[in-house]
């Protein structure tokens, strides 16, 4: 059965894609595949391979539309959606029947398209015949652990999520059968099972870890459903919960800790991807020495939950945190009378819970630190970019003037040196160099550590040596042996402060309230002084004491919450003072 479009949005000369989706599905479908594969999900296994196609190859192919179209109507030159639509529907028909009749000529002047196109298909077929394989091995096993025992049936839908790609063009694939729903995995899933062992030894009564199966270099591992919990009790229970969690993650010296990597199951929060559950220290290059004070405030800073993405961070037009995210409702975070609730409207049981958590992980620090000994040689993610710039790069690689040659493809990922070169640090251009190969063949850079190694890996090779100035592991050993009631004390601090200045939209429509003008009044020198004296208390009352007493305060910079500088003369602080 070949998959069609039925899609009034998509413009008809998309379809010439079909002709490689075509191709993957005499590959995958000519002989009986390994497991039962209804015609349904055969159809979304396609669909997905041409949304894959198409977010590819829209750009070049909309360009020589508008470039048809601006024959007979200039302003298309300008912006195609000027053009009425009946005009570009003819000019899309005629589009695809050029490129049919003529042997794609039109997109001959971009080889490096259908390079692309060609590569992309190859990486997309040979991942969905792993996967079969790998489903058809491991079917007892995941009977047993994810169905109840009862066998699946057929596969009816498959699903990728918005998973970025890595390691030529795989990406995390969500199946649906007869029998139940399970998540392929296509990477190393150590990590996952030794989490769970983690959490079922010492933390099963605030927090799940889904079930997995380990493969060699795969896993396969338990879809989680969102339940959301209704009951104000139950809501304050799973802050509380996520509190004594955040204690762990803090230990334990987790990173990339964003929304879309929790679920709500009733008054717990999971976690559902692990690959950055551990993460090594950063070494530190390319700046200037730092004073005693700003160094003594920044390890303190660094050994916090601030590196985790736990905190407030308001970037856009959302919170990326899991604890502020109102975008997952009924996901993330809880939801009362249709309202999503986030940690700030229950700050205090986020904070008992917290404490509870990182006096729990005190009292077990001997056997957290012997735990995280079995995490040895365990594949850790190490995320040395935001996956949005990444994005961007993609993006400017997949234009017109970009597809005409590989010098024009390398003069746009050769901006991936200008860091490191500016940082005089040209000993890192190797990340640079792995950076581009994954981009030029699709993927998003995937780099990874050891949890036991201070080296950067990428594909199987070690991309820099000691990159890291301490593992995963030695990181977490810190971390354990750092927590006493002082680092309890400015975890609190930082929590509560952080919360105080996040930023909260208003809904949609709703307009803020002004204070009323007051009169102005002139003071006298007391008054001055008690007011200059009021201020100076409330700015004091925001600073940060690290454990060894240096200062810092928490700033909205830019939508973002933010740890100042512990310098009086920096920013919003300093400023106050001055005036005070």
């Not at 530190?284 to 050994?303: I, Q, Y």
């Not at 992980?361 to 594949?379: D, G, K, P, S, V």
């Not at 592991?473 to 006493?484: G, H, K, P, V």
Request: glycine share 6%.
């Amino acid at each position: 059965m070949y998959f069609d479009i039925i899609d009034p949005v998509l413009p008809r000369h998309s379809q010439v894609l079909l002709r490689w989706v075509r191709r993957a599905e005499n590959i995958l479908w000519k002989t009986l595949p390994p497991v039962p594969v209804a015609a349904s999900a055969r159809q979304k296994i396609s669909r997905l391979l041409f949304e894959r196609l198409n977010d590819i190859a829209s750009p070049a192919l909309n360009a020589l539309l508008a470039e048809r179209l601006s024959h007979t109507n200039p302003i298309a030159a300008l912006n195609i959606q000027l053009v009425p639509q009946s005009d570009r529907d003819v000019a899309s028909s005629a589009l695809l029947e050029e490129l049919e009749n003529s042997d794609l000529a039109p997109l001959k002047t971009m080889p490096i398209l259908l390079e692309r196109l060609d590569r992309s298909t190859d990486q997309f077929t040979d991942m969905i015949q792993d996967m079969l394989e790998r489903i058809a091995k491991n079917r007892v096993d995941i009977v047993k652990s994810f169905l109840s025992g009862e066998d699946f049936g057929e596969i009816t839908d498959a699903s990728c999520d918005g998973s970025d790609l890595h390691e030529n063009g795989r990406c995390t694939v969500i199946l649906t059968t007869q029998g139940g729903k399970f998540l392929y995995k296509p990477h190393d899933c150590q990590t996952d099972a030794l989490y769970a062992q983690l959490v079922d030894r010492f933390f099963s009564d605030i927090t799940y870890a889904p079930r997995c199966i380990i493969g060699e270099g795969y896993g396969f591992c338990e879809f989680i459903c969102a339940s959301s919990a209704i009951q104000p009790e139950d809501i304050r229970q799973y802050f509380h919960n996520f509190g004594s969690l955040s204690a762990l993650f803090q230990a334990l010296g987790s990173s990339d800790l964003h929304a879309e990597n929790f679920l709500t199951v009733g008054s717990r929060p999971v976690l559902i991807d692990l690959e950055t559950i551990l993460t090594p220290s950063p070494r530190v290059f390319g700046e200037a020495p730092l004073s005693d004070k700003l160094c003594r405030f920044t390890d303190a800073h660094n050994h916090s939950l601030a590196p985790s993405s736990l905190l407030p961070n308001f970037t856009g037009d959302r919170d990326l945190s899991p604890l502020m995210n109102r975008d997952q409702a009924g996901r993330g975070l809880p939801v009362l009378d249709g309202v999503v609730q986030t940690a700030q409207d229950y700050l205090k049981d986020f904070l008992s819970g917290f404490e509870a958590g990182y006096r729990r992980c005190m009292a077990l620090r001997r056997e957290l630190e012997e735990a995280m000994q079995t995490f040895c040689n365990i594949r850790i993610r190490r995320l040395l970019r935001h996956t949005s710039y990444y994005g961007s790069l993609q993006r400017n690689l997949l234009t017109v003037s970009a597809l005409a040659s590989m010098d024009a493809q390398k003069t746009i990922t050769g901006r991936l040196k200008t860091y490191f070169r500016q940082a005089n640090a040209n000993y890192l251009l190797p990340v640079t160099d792995a950076e581009e190969a994954s981009l030029l063949r699709g993927d998003i850079p995937y780099f990874y550590s050891l949890a036991d190694s201070c080296d950067l890996f990428s594909s199987g090779h070690v991309a820099v040596k000691d990159y890291f100035a301490s593992s995963g592991i030695e990181n977490a050993r810190i971390r354990l042996a750092r927590m006493n009631e002082e680092e309890l004390r400015f975890e609190k601090e930082l929590l509560i402060s952080s919360f105080s200045v996040a930023v909260v939209p208003l809904p949609k429509g709703s307009r803020r309230s002004l204070p009323p003008t007051q009169k102005i009044t002139y003071l006298s020198q007391g008054q001055f002084y008690a007011e200059a004296e009021k201020l100076m208390k409330r700015i004091c009352d925001h600073a940060l004491r690290t454990p060894d007493g240096a200062i810092g305060w928490m700033a909205n910079l830019e939508g973002r919450t933010s740890i100042m500088r512990p310098d009086l003369m920096q920013g919003t602080a300093g400023l106050g003072v001055f005036l005070a």
